[in-house]
């Protein structure tokens, strides 16, 4: 489950999105009042569906025509409302599972556009939610303009440790928000990818670590951090090519990764042959061209 949102205002998703695993998802806009995602996703943890929690808390709401605000439970079953107050355009859709309501729109064509999008996109949740997203965009979004975004997505299933979650990623203020949201959903995922890696390497499979290492390299080429992991994973599966290659890239970009090295290996880190990875490292100055291309 999860929420997804981009307003002409600074950090929105501090305001609209809430979630917690196996739980369900809230979403409180317009003249946004935080307490609907704390307080829907309390009656939710108690059984209560979605649609009947926001009705209740919008019985209680004295302003409820100003508010704008959805919640999904862990069910699937959804609700939204979007109060007469607002400001125009806006309105919303709610389809299986799932809600699109927008409001202070330059066209009224937003939160369907939006609908059609989810509901036609393949992938996982994130991938959804930013296609709805960029629909939003592509039909004028926001009359005031771009300012901040923000996607929040967590598991279905309920969890020991109930703030842990999937995706919490924000721009708070940017002139690009829905693209620069789309840059650093690709680098957690690059980085989701290097955990993984990392209990491979841990647990022994040192091919299987290699291969996630450079999936996560490709997703972020210009980040030097996978490229200097990658290179260790890789002289631990026996691609010492392939590893002098990486730690070219990343001492290129920055060079005192080198000295991070010897203390990556003096904690412990590292368990192997120390010789080895200083054979691994390139001489000062060698740009990651002259070391090589880097693995395939």
Not at 14 to 24: F, H, I, N, Q
Not at 210 to 234: I, K, N, S, T
């Amino acid at each position: 489950m999860g929420v997804a949102v981009q307003s002409r205002w600074f950090s929105v998703g501090s305001v609209v999105s809430w979630a917690e695993p196996g739980v369900g998802a809230v979403a409180t806009q317009s003249i946004a009042e935080p307490s609907y995602g704390p307080n829907g996703l309390d009656l939710m943890r108690e059984g209560v569906s979605a649609p009947e929690a926001l009705a209740r808390l919008l019985d209680e709401d004295e302003r409820s025509a100003i508010r704008q605000v959805a919640m999904v439970d862990a069910e699937g079953r959804a609700a939204a409302h979007s109060g007469a107050g607002s400001v125009p355009a806006f309105g919303h859709t709610v389809g299986e599972g799932s809600s699109c309501q927008a409001n202070m729109m330059e066209r009224d064509t937003v939160w369907g556009a939006m609908a059609r999008a989810y509901e036609a996109s393949e992938g996982d949740l994130a991938t959804r939610l930013m296609a709805a997203l960029h629909a939003a965009e592509a039909e004028s979004g926001d009359m005031r303009g771009r300012q901040s975004a923000a996607i929040l997505v967590v598991g279905g299933e309920r969890s020991a440790h109930p703030w842990e979650r999937t995706m919490d990623l924000r721009v708070e203020d940017h002139p690009d928000p829905v693209g620069e949201l789309d840059r650093l959903v690709t680098v957690k995922r690059a980085y989701d990818l290097m955990e993984r890696g990392e209990i491979m390497a841990v647990t022994g499979d040192a091919e299987g670590a290699a291969r996630v290492y450079r999936e996560a390299v490709a997703l972020v080429p210009a980040d030097d951090q996978p490229a200097f992991w990658c290179g260790l994973v890789l002289l631990g599966a026996g691609d010492e090519e392939g590893a002098r290659a990486m730690m070219a890239r990343a001492c290129e970009a920055e060079p005192r990764w080198r000295a991070f090295l010897e203390r990556v290996i003096a904690a412990g880190l590292f368990v192997g042959d120390p010789a080895a990875v200083e054979a691994i490292l390139p001489d000062e100055g060698v740009t990651a061209e002259e070391a090589g291309p880097p693995p395939r």
